[in-house]
């Protein structure tokens, strides 16, 4: 059972910057792809931002230019570095990974985007 921790979240106005990051428990897992999800209130949640193992990135239309997705294959580390935030940006980030052929959940952090 793999248990993922996310970290980084918090309360920035609108224009500011945010940094995610997401870890697994234990090691030796061999990770596939990473991705981060968000969940905004009375909403589904949405995949906004996906990495390949060997590094490709995909985006959301409406946080492409302003998100950054990353990993550290070396530590299954996953990483979000987020831009020139809004207020819809607002919500609960989860990070997934997909180890074999089971997807893995973290808890879910909270990023709220106000003036």
């Known amino acids: 059972q793999v248990q993922l921790v996310e970290s980084g979240g918090g309360s920035v106005q609108p224009g500011g910057s945010l940094t995610l990051s997401c870890a697994p428990s234990?090691?030796?897992?061999?990770?596939?792809?990473m991705a981060w999800h968000r969940q905004a209130p009375g909403r589904q949640r949405e995949l906004v931002a996906i990495i390949t193992r060997s590094g490709i990135p995909n985006y959301q239309d409406t946080v492409a230019g302003r998100f950054t997705i990353s990993r550290d294959n070396s530590k299954n580390m996953l990483f979000l570095q987020m831009d020139n935030l809004k207020p819809e940006d607002t919500g609960v980030y989860f990070c997934?990974?997909?180890?074999?052929?089971?997807?893995?959940w973290g808890q879910g952090i909270r990023v709220s985007v106000s003036s």
């Open positions: 997934r990974m997909v180890v074999g052929a089971d997807n893995y």
């Open positions: 234990g090691s030796g897992v061999s990770v596939i792809t």
